[in-house]
């Protein structure tokens, strides 16, 4: 009798420490997990990261650390073993990343398109032409001395700056002799992308932006669009997880979740949706219905990670 008393008695107190969230439960009281995430910037200013992350904050009882830079030190920090997740948007150096053993499963969840924005008189002259058009003349006015034609770049290994590279190539420019220090008409920031459009903007000069930042700094700027048409300005933003086979302390379960979290269609849907009523147009597109046209695997925007 007494041992059935003893065993009831404890049952209830095991009981009641569960529901008050004493010992393992995953309720509010359970301590939250850390997420620790690289972006780059363009995620981060146009407060898409922000908006998504207090989403996720509430769904896994998580704490979201984000530090925001270009690709290139995002990249940085995962090589490092800093992060556990990163997101970022250069094809190049990502299968790189991965290749080398970094990250894996990584997962495209959304993408925008690169516009280059430009004082309203356009000195240039570039409206309307195909973006390596536009920055061969910028650089041949630049060149020339040409009143108010310049070109401010990101200057930061970033995506972006990755882009801009990419597009003086097209132009038949070979970047580090012929562009990179070739004059006063090229500035470098050495900054995030909404610092850049502020320095863009002072200098009255011209400036590659991803759309969706361009968008959300607009109402600051005195810069329009330019050129945003050309199969080159496509921008794709991918999650990965850093690698726990080569950094085991990472906290590899929850950049899993994070990163499923990314392409599930609730997630989708916000992004598609984010600053289309501020904005009157999203900000960024939610890759999963156009994975054939962004020219990815379906399996890196719809399957989950198990």
């Known amino acids: 009798m007494l041992r059935r008393t003893l065993f009831t008695v404890a049952a209830v107190m095991v009981a009641f420490m569960l529901i008050c969230g004493c010992i393992g439960t995953t309720g509010p009281e359970t301590e939250k997990q850390q997420l620790r995430i ?8 146009t407060k898409l990261l922000n ?3 207090t ?5 896994y009882n998580a704490e979201v650390l984000v530090v925001s830079a270009g690709t290139g030190i995002a990249l940085e920090y995962g090589q490092r073993g800093d992060v556990d997740v990163l997101m970022v948007h250069d094809r190049v150096r990502e299968d790189v990343f991965l290749a080398d053993g970094y ?11 690169f516009i280059l924005a430009g004082p309203e008189s356009d000195p240039a002259g570039i409206k ?10 910028i650089r041949e006015k630049g060149m020339a001395g040409e009143s108010g034609v310049a070109f401010v770049s990101r200057g930061d290994a970033s995506g972006t700056h990755a882009k801009e590279k990419a597009i003086w190539k097209g132009a038949g420019f070979d970047y580090a002799t012929e562009i990179q220090g070739s004059g006063d008409w090229y500035l470098e920031a050495g900054k995030g992308m909404g610092e850049t ?3 863009s903007n002072e200098k009255q000069a011209y400036v590659l932006s991803d759309i969706g930042t361009y968008l959300a700094y607009k109402g600051d700027l005195d810069l329009v669009t330019l050129v945003d048409e050309g199969d080159i300005l496509l921008n794709v933003y991918c999650a990965m997880q850093i690698n726990p086979a080569k950094y085991p302390d990472i906290n590899s379960e929850i950049a899993k979740d994070w990163v499923n979290f990314m392409i599930t269609d609730e997630v989708q849907e916000e992004i598609a949706s984010f600053g289309v009523a501020q904005y009157g147009q999203p900000l960024f597109y939610a890759a999963q219905d156009d994975w054939e046209k962004i020219g990815v695997p379906q399996t890196e925007v719809k399957d989950p990670i198990p």
Do not use: C, W
Request: glycine letters at 4%.
């Open 55 to 59: 989403i996720f904050e509430e769904q």
């Open 103 to 113: 990250g894996i499963n990584r997962r495209v969840f959304a993408y925008n398109y």
């Open 197 to 199: 459009l502020t320095m």
């Open 51 to 53: 908006h998504l992350s």
């Open 38 to 45: 690289a972006t780059t910037t363009s995620l981060d200013d």
């Open 128 to 137: 309307g032409m195909k973006p390596e058009e536009a920055f061969a003349t």
